[in-house]
């Protein structure tokens, strides 16, 4: 069963402008981590956030996560054409034994 | 850079023939996993493991088989393909712990005519 659903499924932008995702989940997380996918390839990690976090930053990514509406986001900043991919949020299940994946989204950045 | 590969990157074969997809890490995490992704859409956990002689199956009922003798490989096994296997095929591992950073492999992309 899917965990997580991202929001938009698509979304186009211009180069520098930023970029917002957003991901929610069913069910009570241990971590939420996010990932992209360049086309046709594997997925790459980004970042990971613990549920007793709120906020967290790498370089131009911000993730915030709240526990109570059971949703997070993820902020792309000054976007450049290079962060087009599909972006995906992940959970750990009740369990902790497995990473469930949602459906992506899509994100343009044109130049 | 993550350490861990697939093979092959594409194959194409026709119905009925018995495949192995091969994946392999060099990191010694004990846990890996199969995931089935078709274009643009979700990933689908079919397969994972603990570590050596563990297997499970996934959410996403497979008609793949997978087996875990050493720790650094975790080869997937189709008997016989048919049309609907079509899909990518990704490897991932990570360490052992909840809700840990995932390593994935480059993909297979599978066509079964």
């Known amino acids: 069963s899917q965990q997580g659903e991202e929001d938009p499924q698509a979304l186009s932008i211009q180069e520098g402008e930023n970029a917002t995702m957003n991901c929610s989940y069913k069910t009570s997380i241990n971590n939420l981590q996010w990932y992209r996918q360049n086309s046709g390839r594997g997925l790459v990690h980004l970042i990971l956030i613990r549920s007793n976090e709120r906020e967290k930053h790498s370089g131009r990514l911000r993730v915030t996560l709240d526990t109570s509406k059971k949703s997070s986001s993820l902020l792309i900043t000054a976007s450049r054409a290079a962060d087009t991919a599909s972006y995906f949020c992940?959970?750990?299940?009740?369990?902790?034994?497995?990473?469930?994946f949602g459906a992506g989204t899509r994100l343009f950045v044109k130049a | 850079e993550a350490d861990i590969y697939q093979t092959p990157r594409y194959l194409v074969i026709g119905t009925g023939k018995k495949i192995t997809l091969e994946c392999s890490q060099t990191m010694g995490h004990d846990k890996m996993y199969w995931y089935q992704q078709d274009p643009g859409m979700e990933l689908h956990l079919i397969h994972y493991s603990y570590g050596v002689n563990s297997t499970e199956k996934g959410d996403l009922s497979s008609e793949s088989t997978v087996s875990r003798i050493r720790t650094e490989h975790f080869p997937l096994t189709l008997e016989s393909a048919r049309p609907s296997h079509t899909s990518q095929y990704l490897c991932?591992?990570?360490?052992?712990?909840?809700?840990?950073?995932?390593?994935f492999g480059s993909g297979t992309q599978l066509s079964v005519l």
């Open positions: 991932a591992s990570s360490v052992q712990g909840t809700g840990e950073k995932l390593f």
């Open positions: 992940a959970t750990d299940d009740t369990g902790g034994f497995k990473t469930i």
